[in-house]
């Protein structure tokens, strides 16, 4: 038990609550002296600082979930340089202080303000006029580029007061307003102003505290400002004033709670308290010995509240008398999720609440079944009876005792007390079958990866409640970017996570770090390491090869890609156009090919090269080719018809010029006698000519010919007659309208220039005439001379126009009986129409459609049916 008592006796009781301070590292590397010749200027590896670092004369910033320290010399403060040099540098270490890079602070800008982390470790630095510098770890470079973003306007006066969280940034600027910008990580921040607080210009805003948007129903972060003997709270929709019945008291600092629903504000006159951030009512209060405004506070979890004045930190809970701890240095305090680190020039300490499980096993005069157990292991390694004793005494409580034995080496950084409380636990399982064995292995291997981030060398001091937090993923990504690669991926491997992107990392500093090795040899070392991770992208690593001018290297590792979606744009960025096309055909997907022509076409284009170097690529490859047109014959005619005749298909390039005439007929424009008309015709003669070149096309050259002189026929006759009503139509519908309009010389005009048979010219001109009712002249026409067709054309004009006294006229000079017989049915006049059938030799058929016919009439169809049975031809029905 003396163990116990000498553990317990580091702790220190704050209400009912024990708390200790742990050392994480000490002595810190940047506490010792200087060696010789050596300044806090001359560099390490990759740059890296090392030296004596005065916390009190620098601002500094460290990061959570154990991450790094930053800091810059406070060039607002006089400074004793010694031997260092007087322009300042940015500084970059791990939470063990050991040093990472460091880089000169950019010149010629405003004075900083501030320095922190974003939730995912890029550092930022506030300037004095509200612009904000973003760097890139951990190489400490300027991100996106060395230019500051402004977040604040000129007239704004610039920077009075600003906090940081993870993902945003509040600031009070000079005139009293309040900007916040909630995506500080972005390219574009878009800072926004929230309501006007109000605040006089005799007025001064004392102190001003976050509450961070995931706290807020609005989803927006809210701003506390004390200002006078109140607090305001300020947001995008207003302003609220808190506090007043309270009567705090001007609020000299304030810090709200890991949760959002606690504010620790320090009164002026030296009263600590404790309120809701709503200001309902006062939790606690302590009245502290000094009413001077401390320099920091921050909150220890969630149970107490930590104070610091120079060389004094008071902790703080809500009964009981407080924790004084002394400091002859000057320190920092980094809020974590379970506690507080403590950042001096000499170590680095974490305070936090001692667990539950600790408790009941080391404390003191502790008879928990806990206790009994790590004693029983204790007994046992000493060969001792007491072992079983114990044992007995716990047998119904063991699962309790084995978990608290587990949880508390978890929560332990000391690796010896680690193994001796899971040793505990393994006795304790040697008696207990039910207990699930899964949450030793599971607690074993969680230890094993905190200890390594642990190390000094890696610097990275989380807590297991930290770790979950955190998750193993982002752990590693954290490894990596610091990198950290071989760690990275022996804790993927451990745990069974997926090495790809640990890899792919260390592949791209491999290229960006190996500017003088041959691409060759280092093509052989990256493959040896980039094959142990099945389906990873070598397209990311290539990509990452050329933007580092390393084309050559980028080429053979595409090569190795596996997914052409990946491979195939990586390679026409690296201008491999050939390559790209053969692998986008190999894959059989269309829209890769497309891709790629699209993207050699754009580039002939820019570069204003003939098209006959992308035709003949194509050209070679028929799967590139029959895309290429297809997708062509819809809005890429001009190319298409280029690609056709660079190639000699001209019998493909004449259709085409045949669909662009269409196309451009159905313009309404078109026709009318419109300026379009004489582009399309001159589409029909160049399809014509190509057409001509060619002996398998003989019909369509002269079908082309033919319908070019027919527009331009028809586009005189609209010019003539100044009725656009010709182009478009037929030769026959052409004749017919021009014998309608009366005009018969421009008529015969096309029959002879389109050599239209008299057999058709007689039955074009009989339908005009009959169409315009025009019977005088038709009558006349009929007379000239023996149509060559007969008559039954002008019957059939009259007829179809309703006309059936004319059609009268012409049925006795039909020569056929059959066709006077029809005549007469579709008249109407049966008897004339059976007397006609009489005389045809096939009058059985004849009278069955006869009197199909004649059934619409009903008087109709009774003489005909007295006429049949006279010529006895019942027998045909």
């Given amino acids: 038990m003396s ?243 309270l009567e705090i008291g001007p609020v000299q600092k304030m810090a709200v709670s890991p949760n959002g629903k606690l504010l620790a504000a320090f009164a002026h006159d030296g009263r600590l308290l404790v309120i809701p951030t709503d200001f309902s009512r006062i939790i606690f209060e302590y009245e502290c010995d000094s ?78 079944p806990a206790a009994l157990l790590y004693d029983a292991r204790d007994h046992y390694d000493r060969q001792s009876a007491k072992a079983y004793d114990n044992y007995q005494l716990i047998s119904s409580s063991l699962p309790e005792a084995i978990e608290a034995c587990i949880d508390a080496a978890g929560h332990e950084f000391d690796v010896s007390r680690q193994r001796t409380l899971l040793r505990a636990a393994t006795y304790g399982l040697a008696f ?37 937090l955190l998750t193993a993923t982002v752990l590693i990504g954290r490894l990596i970017n610091a990198n950290q690669h071989l760690l990275a991926l022996r804790i993927s491997e451990y745990l069974n996570l997926n090495p790809e992107v640990v890899i792919m990392h260390w592949a791209c500093e491999k290229i960006t770090a190996s500017t003088t090795l041959p691409d060759t040899v280092l093509l052989e070392g990256l493959l040896d390491k980039l094959r142990l991770c099945k389906g990873i992208s070598y397209a990311a690593v290539a990509a990452h090869a050329d933007n580092s001018g390393r084309r050559r290297l980028a080429a053979m590792l595409v090569d190795h890609e596996s997914q052409s979606s990946k491979q195939i744009p990586l390679l026409l960025s690296i201008d491999e156009q050939d390559k790209a096309l053969s692998k986008a055909i190999e894959s059989g997907d269309t829209d890769l090919v497309y891709l790629v022509l699209f993207h050699i076409w754009q580039k002939v284009a820019v570069e204003k090269k003939a098209p006959l170097d992308f035709f003949g690529v194509i050209n070679a490859r028929p799967v590139a080719r029959d895309l290429f047109m297809a997708y062509a014959r819809h809005s890429k005619h001009e190319e298409l018809k280029d690609f056709f005749l660079s190639t000699g298909r001209l019998q493909d390039a004449a259709f085409l010029l045949l669909k662009e005439s269409r196309e451009l007929e159905k313009n309404p424009m078109a026709s009318k006698g419109s300026p379009l008309h004489a582009p399309q015709v001159r589409l029909i003669e160049q399809a014509h000519r190509l057409f001509a070149e060619t002996k398998e096309h003989v019909f369509e050259s002269k079908a082309s010919e033919e319908h070019a002189k027919l527009l331009r026929s028809q586009h005189e006759l609209e010019v003539s007659t100044k009725q656009a009503i010709f182009v478009g139509s037929s030769v026959s519908d052409t004749i017919k309208t021009c014998i309608a309009m009366g005009n018969e010389r421009a008529a015969l005009r096309v029959k002879s220039e389109f050599k239209v048979p ?120």
Avoid at 60 to 83: C, E, N, T, W
Avoid at 433 to 451: G, T, Y
């Fill in 3 to 245: 163990s116990s008592v000498s553990i317990a006796a580091e702790w220190d009781l704050l209400s009912d609550r024990f708390y200790r301070r742990l050392t994480l590292y000490s002595p810190l590397p940047w506490s010792t002296p200087a060696a010789p010749g050596a300044t806090s200027s001359s560099s390490g590896v990759g740059g890296a600082v090392i030296g004596r670092l005065d916390l009190s004369t620098h601002i500094v910033a460290a990061a959570p979930f154990g991450g790094p320290i930053a800091a810059v010399r406070d060039d607002s403060k006089i400074v004793q340089l010694h031997s260092e040099p007087s322009r300042r540098r940015l500084l970059l270490f791990s939470s063990s202080a050991h040093p990472i890079a460091s880089a000169p602070w950019p010149p010629l800008l405003p004075r900083l303000h501030s320095l922190a982390f974003s939730s995912s470790l890029s550092l930022l630095a506030l300037l004095s006029d509200g612009s904000l510098l973003r760097f890139r770890l951990p190489d400490l470079q300027p991100s996106p580029n060395s230019s500051p973003v402004p977040l604040l306007p000129p007239a704004s006066g610039g920077v009075a007061d600003a906090l940081f969280w993870g993902g945003g940034v509040a600031i009070l600027t000079e005139d009293n307003r309040v900007v916040v910008a909630t995506d500080i990580e972005a390219d574009d921040p878009h800072p926004r102003d929230l309501a006007d607080p109000g605040i006089g210009d005799e007025e001064h805003v004392l102190c001003m505290a976050v509450v961070e948007p995931q706290f807020v129903m609005s989803g927006s972060p809210e701003v506390l400002l004390a200002v006078g003997d109140r607090v305001i709270a300020v947001d995008e929709d207003g302003v609220q004033v808190l506090g007043v019945e």
């Fill in 291 to 368: 009413a001077l405004p401390p320099e920091q506070i921050a909150w220890c979890g969630l149970d107490s509240v930590l104070v610091y004045w120079p060389e004094v930190l008071l902790m703080v809970g809500p009964n009981g008398d407080p924790v004084q701890y002394n400091y002859d240095e000057p320190i920092k305090l980094i809020p974590e999720c379970d506690g507080v680190r403590i950042l001096s020039n000499s170590s680095m300490e974490f305070l936090h609440r001692v667990p539950d499980s600790t408790t009941l096993i080391f404390g003191i005069g502790s008879m928990s």
């Fill in 432 to 468: 207990c079958s039910r207990f699930p064995h899964e949450r030793f292995q599971e607690m074993c291997k969680m230890l094993r990866v905190l200890n390594a981030v642990r190390d000094p060398e890696i610097g990275m001091p989380l807590t297991i409640q930290q770790y979950k």
């Fill in 758 to 877: 008299d057999k058709r010219w007689y039955w074009l001109k009989t339908c005009a005439l009959a169409t315009v009712g025009n019977w005088d002249a038709l009558e006349k026409f009929s007379r000239e001379k023996r149509p060559p067709g007969g008559y039954k054309p002008f019957v059939e004009a009259c007829i179809d126009v309703g006309q059936k006294n004319e059609a009268v006229k012409y049925i006795p000079k039909l020569t056929d009986p059959r066709e006077r017989s029809e005549a007469y049915a579709r008249m109407g006049m049966a008897r004339e129409a059976e007397e006609a059938a009489s005389q045809a030799k096939d009058s059985d058929e004849l009278f069955g459609r006869l009197k199909i016919t004649l059934a619409q009439s009903s008087a109709a169809a009774s003489i005909f049916d007295t006429l049949r049975d006279r010529l006895s031809f019942q027998g045909a029905y």
